[in-house]
């Protein structure tokens, strides 16, 4: 007699649907969210898995949203998180407001002095903003990046340490040719003023989905250190740029060196060394077989 299938509690489907939503690809979790809906039939499940999993799949993937009033874009970043859903834009020193589920900015507000980094600080940030824009611009197509202070904001001048991260979103989606592709990069910058370095921290992850007739999905992570001098604002903005263009430069040439070596290593690498036979296929004389012949031997045709 066949068991009887176990109905799933509320709080089952709840986790199994924030699992799906979280593991979405960049740019297609309102395509999950909309099919999602629809299997679960119930919406106050959904809603509660939607609430928890939005916010974390948003700053997971650093999306760019528009604000309103002409301000520009706003990273969603764990480093400008606030409080509720309060995400600071450092480059207008502006406070957005965002509707995590609807991927929407609803309002804007002034970022207060107790928000900001003191002037020695910002000056530093300002400078290094200014450098990976222009970087970022280059490189990217549709590229976002922004500036964060996240320790020693009320740092007054020199003689203490502060910290900085740069962090870099890039994507090109387009679902409706079957593919979708993010890049993300972190680098924090450690400045210590007591030995006069700056310690650069990196992490880049590129992701890729390919699903026309299929579904391939790359999830690539590098991490990389450096160091240069602790300089003026400026004369350090440009080292700093100048170190994460190479290391980001050098990632995507070794990608790029991998993909080409793909047949050759890692699909080869997929298959059978030898067939179920444990024999090399003869592809010299390929004459000598009869595939009539050893078709009909197999199924004892003719006898």
């Known amino acids: 007699m066949a068991e009887e299938e176990t109905e799933l509690s509320d709080n089952q489907k709840k986790e199994i649907a924030k699992w799906f939503l979280l593991n979405a690809p960049a740019g297609e979790i309102q395509y999950v969210a909309k099919d999602l809906k629809s299997v679960l039939n119930n919406d106050d499940v959904y809603d509660e898995a939607a609430s928890e999993a939005f916010p974390v799949y948003n700053k997971s993937h650093m999306i760019c949203l528009e604000m309103p009033g002409r301000f520009g874009d706003v990273l969603v970043t764990s480093y400008g998180e606030l409080q509720g859903n309060e995400y600071l834009d450092p480059k207008t020193a502006q406070v957005a407001i965002v509707d995590h589920v609807k991927q929407v900015c609803t309002e804007v507000r002034p970022a207060s002095d107790e928000e900001l980094p003191t002037p020695y600080v910002e000056e530093y940030r300002c400078a290094l903003e200014a450098e990976m824009l222009k970087y970022v611009g280059e490189a990217y197509p549709k590229g976002s990046c922004s500036v964060y202070c996240i320790n020693g904001k009320d740092v007054e001048g020199p003689g203490y340490d502060f910290e900085l991260v740069a962090v870099i979103f890039a994507a090109r989606l387009s679902p409706q040719n079957f593919c979708t592709g993010s890049w993300q990069s972190i680098w924090n910058i450690e400045c210590k003023d007591d030995i006069q370095v700056l310690e650069l921290k990196g992490k880049l992850q590129v992701g890729a989905h390919y699903f026309e007739e299929g579904n391939v999905q790359l999830d690539a ?63 010299h004389s390929t004459s000598l077989f009869s595939l009539t012949r050893e078709i009909s031997k197999e199924l004892g045709i003719g006898k």
Not at 226 to 247: E, G, K, N, V, W
């Open 221 to 283: 992570k590098h991490e990389c250190r450096d160091s240069t001098m602790f300089q003026s604002p400026d004369d350090s903005a440009i080292a700093i740029a100048s170190l994460i263009r190479h290391h980001e430069t050098e990632y995507l040439a070794s990608l790029e060196a991998s993909y080409l070596n793909l047949p050759d290593a890692t699909f080869k690498d997929l298959r059978r060394k030898l067939p179920v036979t444990r024999t090399l296929f003869p592809w």
